[in-house]
């Protein structure tokens, strides 16, 4: 399981930003509300934790501006189409995801699919063989 200081570490890597740098310079904050929305959004962090985290990291943050930033993403991404390519490229180089980021991850893509796609996804599932659930087994 990833932590959160290697995504925010990767993070860094690709933006070549400071994501725990205390400035409010535009590419900053977008940078950390990517950040804030992945480990929300992603990794269900509980907003006092990524309090805690941005803490532990030098900067004394609150809860209020963590949603704010989160909240703010949507608008980030549209001017600044980075944002969501490394968005993909984070979620996409996390070779040991667990099972709930997958989850959320197809959860956040499943709005955008298109006919064609729900068609394909819906054959992929269909080809699947069946699996009984525990209880249906002990019956």
């Known amino acids: 399981m990833i932590t959160q200081k290697e995504i925010a570490d990767e993070l860094n890597l690709i933006s070549k930003l400071d994501?725990?740098?205390v400035t409010r310079k535009r590419e900053h904050v977008e940078?950390?509300?990517l950040l804030n929305y992945i480990l929300y959004n992603y990794?269900?962090?509980p907003l006092n934790k990524?309090?805690?985290f941005y803490s532990n990291n030098g900067w004394n943050i609150n809860h209020a501006t963590i949603i704010h930033?989160?909240?703010s993403f949507d608008l980030h991404k549209k001017?600044?189409?980075n944002l969501l390519i490394w968005l993909e490229v984070?979620?996409?180089e996390i070779n040991e995801m667990d099972n709930f980021t997958k989850r959320q991850y197809i959860k956040s893509k499943i709005s955008?699919?298109?006919n064609k796609d729900i068609d394909e996804l819906t054959m992929v599932i269909s080809n699947m063989p069946e699996q009984k659930l525990e209880y249906e087994k002990q019956l």
């Open 19 to 21: 994501v725990f740098k």
């Open 31 to 33: 940078t950390r509300s």
């Open 43 to 45: 990794k269900s962090m």
């Open 50 to 52: 990524i309090t805690k």
């Open 69 to 71: 930033s989160i909240r």
């Open 79 to 81: 001017y600044n189409p």
């Open 90 to 92: 984070i979620i996409n």
């Open 112 to 114: 955008r699919l298109n």
